[in-house]
């Protein structure tokens, strides 16, 4: 059992600077350069990072907006029934549906080295997860709510879902499905920090069974490259996968690079 924690949690620290570009040895020296400006960049932004309360801040306000819109979706959707089979195809549909999209956000984030940016400082900090994967304990809805603080790109969906349904009758089972993917999508990070912080039997169990995120499975992210994205229960990446290899910078011989030579505190998940 702790041999499959440390699986997930211990091939990675070091690995960047284990697999670094080292001066002189590569042939690219304009390679080398771009590393070295990228790393410089990282460094930079996670100093505004730690510095400028506006990121925590902000990170706050995306959990405050994402949560408050899952609630108020859950209340519009309370005296629409649909029925068991309904309410089962619609949280099966969501589950693969959320695995997929909160999948394909992670394959953005892990290639995007936009660190001079006015979001660079939350990109940087994202990456850190690859450099010490464990998270700080926590209960759970605390991570539920502080995790949902990194899903900007949900707050505009779920906003855009509570409009349409404002202005539009949308048919009761795709509404349905929409509100379970939105809620599902925070449940990912939930299902994240159980694999990478738990050895319950509980979380194994649901691990195996691809309920929530196998510990086992999700290892392969972490230790090769360009792999495994998903992490609500991860059915979705032989998809993903195949998306991936469109993209194939990867993360091991890319941005794992730029935090290097970062030593200072690592990011707002401990
Ligand atoms: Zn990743
Ligand atoms: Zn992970």
Redesign the pocket.
Known sequence: MADLLKEVNGMCEGDAVASGVSRGSSPDEVTVVGLEEKQRQFNAAMELYSTRRVYKRFGLFVSFANVSLQAWLVWCILPLSIGIAGELTALLVAWILADFINGLV??Y??HNDNYDSFCGPLIAN??L??KLPRYGQKSLPVVYFLESGSKVWLVPCLALLAATAGFFRLHPLLFHTLVYAGILSSVAEVSHYLCHNSMSPVVVFLGNRRILLSKRHHAI??MHDNVN?A?LNGVTDPLINLIAARFPKG?KQNTDLHYATYSGEIGSRQ
Request: proline share 0%.
């Open positions: 992670h394959l984030m892990d994202f990456h997860h690859h992210h972490h994205y992490f993360y």
